[in-house]
């Protein structure tokens, strides 16, 4: 399979609740990011890792926990959320160079009750 | 730093109608532009994109030119469809500073047969 695939496509979890998003591509980029998209506001730009590392970090708070085991997968792992956090996630890949462009994933959904 | 200003909507058209999304950014050095497109329930795809001044980008019947002069990057098409019917941003990704790429806040298309 070719592209950005995420997985699950929705989510549905409690404030208590302890979850993971997953991210995996097969374009063979080494520039993996998440995005948060929620109603009414613009796309937020949460991590972004080149080359497996942590190259940025938009204020996100720390119950949101990023991995990246290799340049392939990227993890969100998900902790203690509150209600705002419900969002669509986006996970993006690129080549780590100008005037490419980035591929996205169909999103996950999700839900914090 | 980097920004992308896109025309708020919805912008609500007849089927067959010409479409304009505006767009202007602003960004150090010669960015690349992105149009993307969000239909329903889907992550964002790449519509077109161009990497230099006075580049053209097009595909289904969408157009748009990097306009150095005036920090523009509109989107048209001469005949839209029901199909058509989404949400559209612009974008600009940067030649320096780690290329994460920057989003406008999205214009929600409605096309009416």
């Known amino acids: 399979e070719t592209g950005v695939t995420q997985t699950p496509r929705h989510l549905v979890m409690g404030m208590t609740n302890k979850k993971s998003l997953k991210c995996e591509q097969h374009l063979g980029h080494n520039a993996m990011y998440w995005y948060k998209q929620s109603a009414k506001k613009p796309l937020e730009l949460m991590f972004v890792?080149?080359?497996?590392?942590?190259?940025e970090n938009n204020s996100v708070p720390s119950r949101f926990s990023p991995e990246c085991p290799n340049s392939s997968h990227l993890f969100l792992h998900l902790h203690t959320l509150q209600p705002e956090d419900s969002a669509l996630y986006l996970c993006?890949?690129?080549?780590?160079?100008?005037?490419?462009?980035?591929?996205f994933g169909q999103g996950t959904r999700l839900t914090v009750v | 730093g980097d920004s992308v200003t896109q025309m708020e909507g919805p912008v609500t058209l007849s089927e067959e109608a010409f479409l304009t999304i505006n767009c202007t950014y602003t960004a150090t050095g010669y960015p690349s532009l992105f149009w993307y497109v969000q239909y329903p329930g889907e992550g964002l795809q790449l519509l077109l994109k161009?990497?230099?001044?006075?580049d053209k980008g097009s595909n289904k019947g969408f157009e748009a030119t990097y306009r150095k002069e005036t920090t523009s990057f509109h989107l048209e098409k001469g005949s839209v469809q029901v199909s058509d019917s989404a949400v559209y941003f612009c974008?600009?990704?940067?030649?320096?500073?780690?290329?994460?790429?920057?989003f406008g806040a999205g214009t929600r298309l409605f096309v009416k047969a």
């Open positions: 890792y080149n080359f497996k590392e942590q190259t």
């Open positions: 974008a600009l990704r940067g030649n320096t500073g780690g290329f994460k790429t920057i």
């Open positions: 993006a890949s690129s080549q780590d160079k100008g005037g490419t462009e980035a591929f």
């Open positions: 161009a990497t230099k001044a006075d």
